[in-house]
Every structure is written in C-alpha cells, then in structure tokens.
C-alpha cells in the first residue's frame, strides 16, 4: 500500500515569492493534517481537514497561508508571499478519522527555505 | 509553560544500552499518549501509545504512563543503531478533544 505521497521534496524560494505544496493521503483516509516542523521543535498543526471540510484552521496564517481539499482527497497547502520565516518542513498527514487512537501516517515531507 | 515538555537530548549510548525517554505534561485531560520516532529527512511514524495509565510492551520497547505524576516514559532495551533517530512523545484527549499536543522530541544516538 503507497503511504502518503508529498511533493515536492525540496524547495527554495526568494522571500515574497508564492509556493505550493501538494499531498496524496493514503487511499480510505478521511482526514488530513498539514504540519509545519522546525529544527528542532515538533510539528505545529496548521490545519486539519474531515473530508473536504476544514475542521480545525485556528494555527493557520490565514493572511498569507491558504489551503483546499478538492473532492475530499488530494490536498495543496499554499503561501504566498513567503517570508523569512517560513522555512520549514511542511509535513501532511492522514488518518481514518476514528475515535480514540487515531494513527497518523505521515509523509516526507516538503523541506522549505526561503532566501 | 509549555503543555508537554521534552528534553531534546541529544542523547547518546552505546550499542546494547537501556534507554529511557521521558516527557512531562499539564494537561490533566489528556487520555491517549503516542511515541513517535522520526528518522532524518523522513515524516514520524507512530512507535507505541498508550491509553490512560500503565505500562505496554512491544518487543524492545515499553511504554509507561504515570497519570498521578503527569509523566510518561519510553524504554528501549538492547538498543541497536538501528535506533538512532528523534523520538517525539505525543498527547491528545479524548473525544472531540483528539488534537495531538507535541514534545520537542529528544534526538537519540545508539553508537556500535
């Protein structure tokens, strides 16, 4: 079974620039997570989405940050303009959606820097 | 205060060393608590959890949860190279109250 599938894997960009990050979640799973990690720090949620609903977006920029799940599977997660302080790991995640432990698979995630 | 705290090492043993990974937490609401391990330029995968208090076993790895003193502990036996990575403790609530609240991770080397 292909886990979740992020790309791209590497990105740099000049501050100011717009950049898009795309994401597969693994077939069946219903939600999906966008996480930002930092060196060093573990992932801050940014938003998380029930099928094509955004349930939970309180951590996410909504000044510069946006994000869409079409048809409730593939989701983009956009910033624009990118700042300084967006370099990053942008992580996305799925899960089942069940009650109780609700295992998330990650995926590579996309690695961001921003000159 | 931070919710859950983590020392983030980094930690390093020897080959077939105990290892003891530990993360602290505030939030008293807190029912489910994951270990995820996370290798370099990879995404976490989730290790163990745990619900409630008490301890789990999974072959080299044990998970215990101390609720009275908001704390909880990963142990890795015969530690191996192979281990080497960040482990990330991990905490949600339950019910609509499912986020997870993270650690810092703490970065584990296992030297041969």
């Known amino acids: 079974e292909a886990g979740v599938v992020q790309s791209p894997r590497y990105k740099i960009i000049e501050k100011k620039q717009p950049v898009a990050f795309w994401c597969n979640p693994i077939s069946g799973h219903n939600t999906l997570y966008w996480y930002r990690q930092n060196l060093g720090q573990g992932p801050e949620l940014l938003i998380r989405y029930e099928n094509e609903e955004a349930v939970d977006d309180s951590q996410l920029p909504k000044d510069r940050f946006s994000a869409e799940r079409l048809k409730g599977v593939d989701s983009t997660l956009k910033i624009q303009p990118a700042e300084l302080g967006d370099s990053a790991v942008y992580l996305c995640?799925?899960?089942?959606?069940?009650?109780?432990?609700?295992?998330?698979?990650f995926g590579p995630g996309t690695r961001l820097t921003v000159l | 205060q931070k919710e859950v705290e983590q020392d983030p090492g980094p930690l390093s043993v020897p080959e077939g060393a105990i290892v003891s990974l530990n993360c602290t937490y505030s939030?008293?609401?807190?029912?489910?608590f994951m270990w995820y391990r996370q290798y370099s330029r990879k995404g976490p995968e989730l290790l163990m959890y745990?619900?409630s208090s008490g301890n789990k076993e999974d072959g080299r790895f044990t998970a215990q949860v101390d609720k009275s003193s908001k704390y909880i502990s990963l142990f890795i036996r015969d530690s191996q190279p192979s281990d080497s990575a960040t482990y990330l403790c991990a905490m949600s609530g339950a019910g609509n109250n499912r986020k997870l609240i993270w650690g810092l991770g703490t970065s584990l080397g296992v030297n041969p």
């Open positions: 939030n008293s609401a807190f029912q489910y």
């Open positions: 745990t619900y």
């Open positions: 995640a799925s899960s089942l959606g069940l009650a109780g432990v609700d295992e998330q698979f």
